[in-house]
């Protein structure tokens, strides 16, 4: 996986954890990949900067900076394809 920056890594982690609040908001359980939070299942070999349920409802959210979002293709792929396996399942992709 790409370095980023410690800004990058900082803005990052800030929008990982401001999704995981306004999902949680919204009724989701989250499961989120930073400090504080339960961490989401590997997807593909890969962990997913947060995964929301609500009923059978899911969303796996990444959250990209400009260092990673061209290099983390196969990443994204992999959670694409689990995502396109269920109808109520969505990939979301959030570049910060």
């Known amino acids: 996986m790409p370095k980023r920056s410690k800004k990058g890594k900082s803005n990052h982690d800030k929008a990982v954890s401001r999704s995981a609040e306004w999902y949680k908001g919204q009724g989701f ?41 061209e290099k983390d293709h196969d990443q994204w792929q992999a959670f694409k394809e689990y995502a396109d396996r269920k109808r109520q399942r969505e990939a979301r992709k959030k570049i910060v």
């Open 29 to 69: 359980k989250v499961k989120a990949d930073i400090k504080g939070w339960k961490k989401p299942k590997t997807i593909g070999g890969y962990i997913p900067d947060l995964i929301a349920k609500k009923g059978k409802k899911e969303i796996v959210l990444e959250v990209e900076t400009p260092q990673t979002v």
